[in-house]
């Protein structure tokens, strides 16, 4: 299968994804959008190696793959891997917390998230979806 069409999936899939992020928000499980919006990120980045012909690993964080291709992506994407650096690493750290909660001090997921911290996990999937977008030719 040709990898570019997967990019175009992904992208697809991102935005559905991306859209029912407001209805998470909408509906105040802020902890569930912060997971759905690591996963979005996820297919965003996987999209974006797909694109430039790199098969990414079967794991959720690949960041650090996408730095060691970043030169053979627009120059865009240096400078906004640079500015979301810690955003992504937040996001990756706090995926099974907002799935699972605090389990050692038993605290629910929903009490660990705030509106603020839901709508930072937005800001992030926009900003990559953009540049996906542009990436294959949808934006």
């Known amino acids: 299968m ?46 974006a190696l797909r694109f430039i012909g790199v098969e990414p690993p079967k794991r959720h964080d690949v960041e650090a793959i996408v730095w060691q291709f970043v030169d053979r992506l627009p120059g865009e994407w240096r400078q906004t891997m640079v500015e979301l650096r810690l955003a992504l690493a937040t996001l990756s750290a706090d995926r099974s917390r907002a799935f699972y909660g605090d389990e050692e001090r038993m605290i629910p997921a929903s009490d660990l998230f705030t ?25």
């Open 2 to 47: 040709n990898l570019r069409l997967i990019a175009r999936d992904y992208l697809v899939r991102a935005r559905a994804r991306r859209e029912a992020l407001g209805t998470l928000l909408a509906a105040r499980v802020h902890a569930d959008v912060v997971r759905e919006a690591h996963e979005v990120v996820e297919l965003i980045l996987k999209g």
């Open 115 to 139: 509106e603020a911290d839901a709508r930072k996990a937005i800001d992030v999937v926009d900003r990559l979806l953009g540049m996906l977008e542009r990436l294959v030719g949808e934006g």
